[in-house]
């Protein structure tokens, strides 16, 4: 959006740097940045901006390769954050962390002996982290290792993508067709044989190697646009009773009775309806096809089966004030759903609003107003996207006992994940994390399904 001139002799930084600078928004455009890194016995930083230079040193890192580079990235990252916040005036919530998932350097701590209680103090004195942001991460490490007393030894995550939608909202980024036009139930129908062949090769392999499915997770896309008889027909492949079973009905107008019925008796514990606003006017803006009033009735359909229900809700949506989202949020804890996701919108490069320069002057107080408003609730897993406004984050909420832990094994990457679908991605998980895209486009992923099925699963295999 922004020209940020950047001249520095860590060639290997500069992407890094960049991002630095883009936090601070247009503060910085245009504005001629040099960052020089020596060694010389010490390791030293020099940040020239607005004709002042700034100065840091530490001491040289050691160990092997890439502890060094990721040391020095730390500390020279740092050192330009420091130098852009003193000039500015601005410290920002999550001080130098640029898209990185902070419960990872969380964990980082704890295991080089590190403790609880001092999670907070350390990414506040090392990244510049604002106390209450580092509080909450504590919080969640506290949470998210109640929930993992389970075994996950050998366990995977089973992951079935349903990149179909009745519509595109502004904020999307993920892969999905429009299936509003003609031709969608034959693609629908074609899509779900396909799929139906996958999955029962997936967890064919499952079995042959000796592995359990810890949690299955159906997303989209809008998983419950699909007709009746291709829901039912992934159900009974998957078929899976007796884990956690979640399943994703995120636009409200696209549930019925007998979907309900379907899933309640496919094995799914757990139903995603998501409003991300309750103002109507606010929804037919950002590309939405239903109502607030639509949305209770869901809810209420959901939760009147027997499921746990997850909800979320978007900050800084488009024309929005403080007012609109606390009636959004008001609306939300009043229902009391088993888990709250409060989402930051962020500027993603495949969706509407990739073009887009997001601003939102009320968003911190937004996500300040959701904090104080679930209360109640616990902060059970955090993540961060670039290009989110106001630099802030993504928070699941959950009440006591029930979070999900299909989102804290995969947020972070603790297990397998075995993806299913066109445009999904399977992971390996380890000292290396590794990836396997499946093709997102949809007739590819069809024609060519035996093929990539042989790949990924000799990839999975470590092969």
């Known amino acids: 959006m922004y020209n940020y001139p950047l001249t520095t002799n860590a060639t290997f930084l500069r992407p890094d740097l960049l991002d630095e600078i883009r936090q601070f928004g247009r503060e910085f455009a245009d504005e001629n940045l040099t960052v020089t890194v020596r060694e010389n016995g010490m390791l030293r930083s020099e940040v020239t901006v607005r004709g002042r230079t700034f100065v840091r040193t530490a001491s040289v890192p050691t160990g092997g390769e890439l502890n060094v580079k990721r040391l020095t990235k730390r500390f020279v990252k740092h050192s330009l954050y420091l130098a852009l916040s003193e000039t500015s005036g601005i410290a920002l919530p999550w001080g130098s962390l640029t898209g990185i998932r902070p419960t990872k350097l969380a964990y980082a701590y704890l295991r080089d002996g590190g403790s609880e209680d001092g999670i907070a103090g350390y990414l506040t004195d090392t990244f510049g982290v604002r106390r209450d942001r580092a509080e909450t991460i504590s919080r969640i490490i506290g949470v998210q290792r ?6 996950i030894d050998g366990a995977v995550n089973l992951y079935v993508h349903i990149p179909f939608c009745d519509g595109r909202c502004n904020y999307c980024s993920f892969p999905s067709a429009d299936i509003s036009g003609k031709g969608a139930d034959k693609l629908l129908a074609e899509y779900t044989d396909a799929l139906v062949c ?6 064919e392999f499952i079995r042959s190697r000796g592995e359990r499915i810890l949690s299955v997770y159906v997303g989209g896309g809008t998983p419950s646009v699909l007709g009746e008889s291709e829901l ?4 009974d492949a998957i078929d899976m009773h007796g884990v956690e079973f979640t ?3 995120g636009r409200a107008d696209s549930l019925s009775p007998r979907k309900t ?10 139903v995603c309806v998501n409003p991300q606003t309750l103002n109507d006017g606010t929804l037919s803006r950002i590309g939405r096809r239903h109502t607030a009033a639509d949305f209770y009735e869901s809810f209420e359909t959901v939760r009147n089966a027997g499921f746990e229900v997850n909800t979320d809700i978007i900050a800084g949506l488009d024309g929005e004030s403080l007012e609109d989202f606390a009636r ?5 804890a009043a229902l009391r759903p088993d ?9 993603k490069r495949a969706s509407l609003l990739a073009d887009s320069e997001l601003s939102c002057p009320d968003i911190e107080r937004m996500i300040e107003y959701a904090f104080g408003r679930f209360a109640d609730y616990e902060p059970y897993y955090l993540y961060r996207q670039k290009n989110m406004v106001g630099n802030l984050e993504n928070v699941g909420f959950c009440l006591d006992g029930r979070e999900c832990l299909n989102n804290i094994t995969v947020m972070e990457e603790l297990v397998p994940v075995y993806a299913c679908g066109a445009g999904s991605i399977s992971k390996r998980v380890g000292k290396v994390i590794a990836r396997y895209a499946s093709p ?5 992923y069809i024609t060519e399904l035996d093929e990539r099925t042989d790949k990924k699963l000799a990839f999975l295999a470590g092969e």
């Open 232 to 235: 039912g027909a992934v159900l």
């Open 440 to 444: 997102k486009d949809i007739g590819m």
């Open 339 to 347: 888990n709250v996701t409060v989402h930051t919108l962020s500027r």
């Open 146 to 151: 109640r929930a993992l007393s389970v075994n």
């Open 247 to 249: 399943f994703e009905a």
């Open 261 to 270: 019925e379907l899933m309640k008796n496919g094995g799914v514990t757990r």
């Open 328 to 332: 959004t949020a008001d609306g939300i």
């Open 198 to 203: 996958e999955i029962l090769r997936v967890k």
